[in-house]
């Protein structure tokens, strides 16, 4: 069992950074793999990036290359999203998510989930 837990977000404005964080409880989230999602109001849960348990390997959505950085300290059991030069539709409920058998880009790969986030960029 592994239990999430996003911090980090709030309001900004357009052109502004956030850095989200997800804590993960136990050793065993550091033989997880994360995932970042979004979720728009009226809009499916999209995937933006994914490490590797190791950090070793990533992945980022279109939606994130350029822009979004992922990356994990596992001393600290902590997966974190850097996410530069803000847009408004940017804004959204934030999920971080474990996964300990693939890395996984779907919603249906992620076996654990945070409660989530709020995102809001002003324009």
């Known amino acids: 069992q592994v239990h999430l837990v996003e911090s980090g977000g709030g309001l900004v404005q357009a052109g502004d950074s956030l850095r989200l964080s997800c804590a993960g409880s136990?050793?065993?989230?550091?033989?997880?793999?994360v995932g970042w999602f979004r979720q728009a109001p009226g809009n499916e849960r999209e995937f933006l990036a994914v490490i590797s348990w190791t950090g070793a390997s990533k992945y980022n959505a279109n939606a994130a290359k350029g822009r979004f950085a992922i990356s994990r300290d596992n001393t600290n059991n902590r997966v974190y999203l850097q996410m530069d030069s803000l847009k408004p539709e940017d804004t959204g409920v934030y999920y971080c998510?474990?996964?300990?058998?693939?890395?996984?880009?779907?919603?249906?790969?992620?076996?654990?989930w945070g409660q989530g986030i709020q995102v809001t960029v002003s324009s």
């Open positions: 998510a474990a996964d300990n058998a693939r890395i996984g880009v779907t919603p249906d790969d992620y076996d654990y």
């Open positions: 136990g050793r065993a989230f550091r033989s997880y793999a």
